[in-house]
């Protein structure tokens, strides 16, 4: 343990945040890394607890409870705080493909299990664990890494997300020849479309994927897999094959006046803000400046759309929410490690409170109506209040609309942020992979091979729609799968 008194002596301090106003101004990452001294102290907070929650990534209560990726957080965190971050680098990654991504998007259940947070502040993990990462970049460690053997077996990919890239990764280094096919005309799935850049520099991703091309990775983009070219093809081409496709198929609001314009997608919106961005001449993105916006939908996403209306001038932005206003304390029924179900206002409601002066979340309300002008563009919504109560005969919570609670106001644009409902269906029809009531491809539980021969499946594809760190893991263990059924054994972990 570097230092056994650094949870009582320190304080935890996080990277500092350009102020709301500054930062609005434009779409780049607005965190500023401490130095590296400052890193190394916050470091030496953590405990080397006997039983690090940290890294359990156990499912208590239907949620992830510590680092689905099972990094091993004591040790790089003990690691750092020696300054010794080349031997850092080599423990995180061991169990973490892209730290690059995580330590920006991640939502550290990590952090949320740490043992120093049950009495006190968690240890800043996910900032620990970008400090590692971005000083091995800066100082040549991530330089790529071809492995010297080939297998002389070929693996398709289908499509480039983090569980995709994780598969590709881990393959490829295990000696395998592997080709990822996109169908938008950049690798990174949801990282490079669905994420905005102040939470995730395209960059980033970027200099991640010349890494992996230089180690032999083949990337085909602008491929739509399922139309452009077929899965017949594809499976005899090709030893085995991966469907890592996301579950990419939007949840609608069924609402009177849905045809109206001015509707949109969440994902929608944001790939194309961001497409936008890349090129400045790309002229089919929305913009919401001058606009009053509504987002349906209080997750990350729909606070993304939040932050991504006010850096393009939005003239107001409301965020409704079906579910109740968390409280701002554990309840006694949400004990340490479960993931806390507490009100968490991120970066984009942060910036709506800065600009507009009030928290843009309405809770417990839905869209009873969207109303139209008379050339068919949207101008206002109908909202209805919602309560919540307990069935006798099943327990469980239902919601029902309260009678007289209508009211109406002005809305230009609306970005429906209801999360997914799970793959798409010409991909999974072209492969001929059964499915779940969910729509997700269907495999044995804690397996990864498909009804069909030779196809493997990972991700959101296969889980439903998750985090960052989950497809990632999903990704190694296809991995995994894969290469023990092509090699008849596996040293990939």
């Known amino acids: 343990m570097g230092k056994p008194t650094g949870f009582i002596e320190y304080e935890r301090q996080g990277n500092e945040e350009k102020a709301p106003e500054e930062r609005i101004l434009n779409f780049d990452e607005f965190h500023v890394p401490m130095s590296e001294e400052e890193r190394q102290t916050q470091a030496a907070r953590c405990m080397d607890c006997g039983v690090p929650f940290c890294q359990s990534g156990m499912m208590i209560g239907g949620m992830a409870s510590g680092c689905p990726l099972n990094n091993l957080c004591p040790e790089w965190?003990?690691?750092?705080?020696?300054?010794?971050?080349?031997?850092?680098?080599?423990?995180?990654?061991?169990?973490?493909?892209?730290?690059?991504?995580?330590?920006?998007?991640?939502?550290?259940?990590?952090e949320a299990a740490c043992t120093c947070g049950l009495n006190d502040a968690p240890v800043t993990i996910k900032e620990n664990e970008n400090a590692i990462i971005e000083y091995g970049y800066k100082h040549g460690l991530m330089e790529p890494r071809p492995p010297k053997v080939r297998t002389g077996k070929t693996v398709a990919v289908i499509g480039s997300g983090p569980a995709g890239l994780a598969a590709a990764d881990q393959l490829n280094k295990r000696g395998h020849s592997v080709t990822v096919f996109e169908r938008e005309d950049h690798p990174g799935g949801l990282l490079m479309y669905g994420i905005p850049n102040m939470k995730l520099d395209k960059s980033v991703i970027e200099r991640k994927i010349k890494v992996m091309e230089a180690e032999g990775v083949v990337f085909r983009v602008n491929v739509n897999v399922g139309a452009d070219i077929k899965a017949e093809e594809l499976r005899q081409n090709y030893d085995r094959v991966i469907l890592a496709c996301g579950a990419s198929h939007p949840r609608d609001i069924k609402a009177p006046g849905r045809e109206a314009e001015g509707i949109h997608f969440a994902?929608?919106?944001?790939?194309?803000?961001?497409?936008?961005?890349?090129?400045?001449?790309?002229?089919?993105?929305?913009?919401?400046?001058?606009?009053?916006?509504?987002?349906?939908?209080?997750?990350?996403?729909?606070?993304?759309?939040?932050?991504?209306?006010?850096?393009?001038?939005?003239?107001?932005?409301?965020?409704?929410?079906?579910?109740?206003?968390?409280?701002?304390?554990?309840?006694?029924?949400n004990p340490w490690p479960e993931w806390p179900k507490v009100l968490k206002t991120d970066y984009g409601q942060q910036e709506a409170i800065a600009v507009f002066g009030s928290d843009p979340r309405v809770y417990e309300t839905t869209v009873k109506e969207f109303i139209p002008?008379?050339?068919?563009?949207?101008?206002?919504?109908?909202?209805?209040?919602?309560?919540?109560?307990?069935?006798?005969?099943?327990?469980?919570?239902?919601?029902?609309?309260?009678?007289?609670?209508?009211?109406?106001?002005?809305?230009?644009?609306?970005?429906?942020?209801?999360?997914f409902l799970g793959s798409e269906e010409y991909v999974t029809k072209d492969f001929?992979?059964?499915?779940?009531?969910?729509?997700?491809?269907?495999?044995?539980?804690g397996e990864y091979r498909t009804n069909v021969?030779?196809?493997?499946t990972a991700g959101d594809m296969h889980r439903g729609q998750s985090l960052?760190?989950?497809?990632?893991?999903?990704?190694?263990?296809?991995?995994?799968?894969?290469?023990?059924d092509l090699m008849g054994y596996t040293n990939l972990n």
Request: hydrophobic share 35%.
């Open 267 to 333: 994902v929608d919106y944001l790939k194309r803000v961001t497409k936008h961005l890349r090129d400045p001449e790309y002229t089919g993105y929305i913009n919401a400046k001058g606009k009053n916006v509504m987002v349906i939908g209080g997750g990350d996403t729909g606070n993304d759309c939040v932050g991504s209306s006010i850096r393009q001038g939005a003239r107001s932005v409301v965020q409704l929410e079906m579910m109740p206003k968390p409280p701002a304390e554990r309840a006694e029924t």
């Open 373 to 419: 002008d008379e050339k068919g563009k949207l101008r206002q919504v109908k909202c209805v209040r919602l309560a919540w109560t307990k069935d006798e005969k099943t327990g469980r919570m239902a919601m029902s609309e309260i009678p007289g609670s209508e009211y109406v106001i002005d809305v230009d644009l609306v970005f429906i942020a209801a999360g």
């Open 468 to 484: 960052v760190v989950w497809a990632i893991r999903e990704g190694r263990e296809a991995a995994r799968a894969v290469d023990q």
């Open 432 to 445: 001929g992979v059964k499915l779940t009531e969910r729509t997700n491809v269907q495999t044995k539980a």
């Open 453 to 456: 021969k030779d196809v493997f």
């Open 77 to 110: 965190n003990e690691l750092l705080y020696m300054g010794n971050y080349e031997h850092a680098l080599g423990r995180l990654l061991k169990t973490n493909n892209f730290p690059e991504f995580t330590s920006r998007v991640c939502p550290a259940p990590c």
